[in-house]
Nanobody, 119 residues
């Protein structure tokens, strides 16, 4: 069974940095793409950044130039380096991975990690 485990969340002052990690474990035949979403109370979950199997990255406008997504395919791990954090970045961040477990690509979710940015 495929599982995603996130780490790296926490509390930081505005202007600071955090790096999130998400490691996928289990039987993984192929990585079809990974990404990070975030959600705040009362709002829909939004896509922050994604990275394809060939390392093509996308970012939502509000994080462009501040966040960098990367991956280690050998470790089935995706990272999100977050710099110049702002209070509006406060949210629960969820890792999402489109993984082929032998039956085709399916979407898996991590349990989320809290990021709190204070002024």
């Amino acid at each position: 069974q495929v599982q995603l485990v996130e780490s790296g969340g926490g509390s930081v002052q505005a202007g600071g940095s955090l790096k999130l990690s998400c490691a996928a474990s289990g039987y993984i035949f192929n990585n079809c793409g990974m990404g990070w979403y975030r959600q705040t109370p009362g709002k829909e979950r939004e896509l922050v950044s994604s990275i394809s199997s060939d390392s093509t990255a996308t970012y939502t406008d509000s994080v462009k130039g501040r966040f960098t997504i990367s991956q280690d395919n050998a470790k089935n791990t995706v990272y999100l380096q977050m710099n110049v954090l702002m209070t509006e970045d406060t949210a629960v961040y969820y890792c999402a991975a489109d993984l082929d477990d032998g039956l085709g690509c399916r979407l898996y979710w991590g349990r989320g990690t809290q990021v709190t940015v204070s002024s």
